[in-house]
Nanobody
């Protein structure tokens, strides 16, 4: 059973940076697309970014394009979310999720329900 654990959250000043990690265990990530989602208090969960099983295809939400970069290292069974130029509105619990895609090398963030495995989340607070 694939298990995901996020790390790297915390308190960041506006304009600052943070890197989230999503470490997988129990199964290789090679056949899984990885998505990062976030949920702020009182708001619905939203997709932030995703990366295909090979790393060759990515998608970002408009709100983070140019600021956030998703990547993965299959040899380390880990995915990352580099967040730059952070804004207070980026404050949320960030979750990584994995979708078994088999031979398909793509990903989507518009539908969270297709992701079968989820981490527990890590809090990111952007505040001065």
């Amino acid at each position: 059973q694939l298990q995901l654990v996020e790390s790297g959250g915390g308190l960041v000043q506006p304009g600052g940076s943070a890197r989230l990690s999503c470490a997988a265990s129990g199964s290789p990530l090679d056949y899984y697309a990885i998505g990062w989602f976030r949920q702020a208090p009182g708001k619905e969960r939203e997709g932030v970014a995703c990366i295909s099983r090979s790393g060759g295809n990515t998608n970002n939400a408009d709100s983070v394009t140019g600021r956030f970069t998703i990547s993965r290292d299959n040899a380390k069974n880990t995915a990352y979310l580099q967040m730059n130029s952070l804004k207070p509105e980026d404050t949320a619990v960030y979750y990584c999720a994995a979708e078994f895609t088999g031979g398909r090398d793509g990903c989507v963030i518009s539908q969270s329900r297709q992701y079968e495995h989820w981490g527990q989340g890590t809090q990111v607070t952007v505040s001065s």
